[in-house]
């Protein structure tokens, strides 16, 4: 079977900051589960970004309004024949439950982390090139030459405030990504262009393509519509063009 690439395009503001957040929870967990120095260095760091992200939008109303939105569409299909209804009460029930513990959240998500002063300075100096040298922060050195266990207990701590949020996002894109399934197409000459339905809540485009592809898409979406160029990169010059083949891809316009 050959193996897929599938690339995501958000369309609207609230599905790129779940998509952000979701990219950094994954960085964090893969660095979490390394037991090099670099390796936890990079958790960190992915903490940091978790940190300052989750602070430039008011992510608990932002997230309670998107489950109950999905929750009363999905209410809809309780009626509708042929579907699972055992499974669709299951989501129902999850989402319920995710609403419940976000009413009952209090304060700024991650506080903890923005008032801890080790993690303010290691932030601070990650801003600057080569900020992170033993040199400048001997301390985070010093934190870093830990025991393994002792430096991922600390990390679970740290993340464990946002462990709702995470939960949350991860039960959204689940939706929203298996809303659609992905159909054949083709872009003459590596170009695509497609209308998009006004009365339909789309969220999300996915496009597919086999791993050993030697192109990529570029989307670009607005309110009506979206084109996608395939592109192929130059590693000489590290410059893209559009690709002249017709590809064959698979898409999917996600709406929930």
């Known amino acids: 079977m050959t193996a897929l690439n599938v690339f995501e ?47 430039r939008v008011d992510l608990k109303r932002e997230l ?43 304060g700024p998500i991650g506080a903890a982390i923005k008032s801890n002063e080790f993690l303010s300075a290691i932030q601070q100096r990650s801003k600057i090139p080569g900020g992170l040298c033993e040199f400048d922060l001997p301390v985070f050195h010093h934190w870093l030459r830990q025991p393994i266990e002792d430096r991922r207990d600390m990390l679970l701590s740290w993340l464990t405030p ?6 949350g996002i991860a039960l959204i894109l689940d939706l929203v990504r298996k809303s659609t399934g992905l159909s054949p197409m083709i872009a003459a000459s590596g170009f695509y262009q497609r209308a998009l339905d006004s009365s339909h809540p789309f969220q999300m485009i996915r496009v597919e393509l086999p791993e050993d592809a030697t192109c990529f898409p570029e989307l670009s979406a607005g309110k009506q519509r979206f084109t996608i160029r395939f592109l192929e990169l130059n590693l000489d010059d590290g410059r893209t063009s559009q690709s002249a083949d017709d590809i064959e891809f698979r898409l999917a316009c996600c709406a929930l």
């Not at 369309?11 to 670099?38: D, I, V």
């Not at 009460?89 to 419940?100: D, G, N, R, Y």
């Open 64 to 106: 309670m309004k998107e489950l109950e939105r999905q929750n009363a569409n999905l209410t809809r299909l309780t009626q509708t024949p042929d579907v699972d209804t055992r499974k669709l009460s299951e989501v129902l029930e999850q989402q319920k439950a995710l609403i419940q513990r976000l009413h009952g959240l209090t």
């Open 9 to 55: 395009h958000p369309l609207n503001e609230r599905m790129r900051a779940f998509l952000r957040l979701s990219e950094l929870f994954q960085h964090a967990q893969h660095f979490l589960a390394g037991s090099s120095e670099p390796d936890t260095q990079c958790a960190v760091l992915a903490l940091l970004e978790l940190s300052e992200l989750t602070g």
């Open 162 to 167: 946002f462990a709702l949020i995470h939960d």
